[in-house]
């Protein structure tokens, strides 16, 4: 199996700057996304980034394109996700997850390995 673990959420104002790591552990896989999602009160999981485990290609929800980038340390096993210009609307439960799967699938549904969360609050 997979075990994700995530950090580094927190309470920043609006405007502000945090960056999530997600340390990755388990059974290896020869292609796969690494991603992150998140989930605010009364809304669905909606997809935010992924990487592609060749580290070529990265995809971004359009709410989050030019303020968000999302890296990885092969070395580590940690995808970062490094966010900037944080807005009110960007508060919510982050999830770290991983898809074994040749091609991206931008639902919540699709993807098989999830960590347990963290939440990041952005004041404004």
């Known amino acids: 199996q997979v075990q994700l673990v995530e950090s580094g959420g927190g309470l920043v104002q609006a405007g502000g700057s945090l960056r999530l790591s997600c340390a990755a552990s388990?059974?290896?896989?020869?292609?796969?996304?690494m991603g992150w999602f998140r989930q605010a009160p009364g809304k669905e999981r909606e997809f935010v980034t992924a990487?592609?485990?060749?580290?070529?290609?990265?995809y971004y929800a359009d709410s989050v394109k030019g303020r968000f980038t999302i890296s990885r340390d092969n070395a580590k096993n940690t995808v970062y996700l490094q966010m900037n210009n944080l807005k009110p609307e960007d508060t919510a439960i982050y999830y770290c997850?991983?898809?074994?799967?040749?091609?991206?699938?931008?639902?919540?549904?699709?993807?098989?390995?999830w960590g347990q969360g963290t939440q990041v609050t952005v004041s404004s």
């Open positions: 997850a991983l898809d074994p799967s040749w091609y991206l699938e931008r639902s919540s549904n699709s993807w098989n390995y």
């Open positions: 388990g059974r290896a896989f020869s292609r796969y996304f």
């Open positions: 990487i592609k485990w060749t580290s070529t290609s990265t």
